[in-house]
């Protein structure tokens, strides 16, 4: 994607959604990292469903604690991975309330010393819980960026530095949720959905999907 098409694309983006957000269901900093550290390789539509049960219950690290290995199992299995998963959140949780009072560190560092979490989720809670510009690339992200040429990359730490570089600033923040949903919606895997696109003129992709 020449760069003279990089602001006019987040623009358009911007434009036809002014304030994206999440689609993960939080309501405080834990319940974030909680969600985003149970959405990996799986929906955030599933995992929502687990968490509208879990959160109620327990959305502290000592409540998760006080469930037990077995109970927040039970509250999660309905999600991929949910074994590994709930044991890396119960050691988390333990940290949290050893070394943090209970309370999510704000700095990634501390994040990725959480078990479960790796740089992508760091990069959301930092993102959506503490308004950093970082890029949290996900599936989505990595596929966006190289086929429209936005932030091509073999890898997704490798697109992460190329659209830190090339985002302005001006839309740095809400980036990734653009980008996100974009993938999600519309520049699917296997057929994007170019004729409903808003970003088609920009992007480097051809032959563009004719509508069916």
């Not at 405080?28 to 509208?52: C, I, M, P, W, Y």
């Not at 879990?54 to 502290?60: G, K």
Request: aromatic share 8%.
């Amino acid at each position: 994607m020449n760069k003279r098409d990089i602001e006019p694309f987040f623009a358009a983006l911007k434009a036809a959604n002014p304030s994206p957000q999440t689609e993960l269901e939080y309501t405080t900093v834990f319940e974030l990292l909680t969600a985003v550290l149970l959405s990996a390789q799986a929906t955030d539509v599933g995992v929502n469903k687990a968490t509208r049960k879990l959160f109620p219950v327990a959305n502290t690290p000592q409540a998760i604690l006080d469930l037990g290995l077995e109970g927040l199992e039970g509250y999660i299995k309905t999600i991929g991975l949910y074994r590994s998963k709930a044991k890396h959140l119960m050691q988390t949780c333990r940290m949290l309330v050893e070394l943090h009072g209970g309370q999510v560190p704000r700095t990634r560092e501390e994040l990725e010393a959480l078990p479960g979490v790796g740089r992508k989720t760091a990069n959301v809670v930092l993102n959506v819980a503490f308004g950093e510009s970082t890029m949290a690339v996900d599936t989505h992200i990595f596929r966006v960026s190289n086929r429209t040429g936005l932030a091509p990359g073999k890898t997704p730490l490798a697109v992460e530095m190329q659209l830190l570089q090339r985002v302005p600033p001006a839309y740095a923040v809400d980036s990734h949720h653009w980008l996100i949903l974009l993938g999600r919606y519309v520049c699917q895997a296997r057929k994007p959905r170019c004729w409903e696109c808003v970003v088609a003129r920009y992007c480097d992709f051809t032959p563009k999907t004719p509508a069916p």
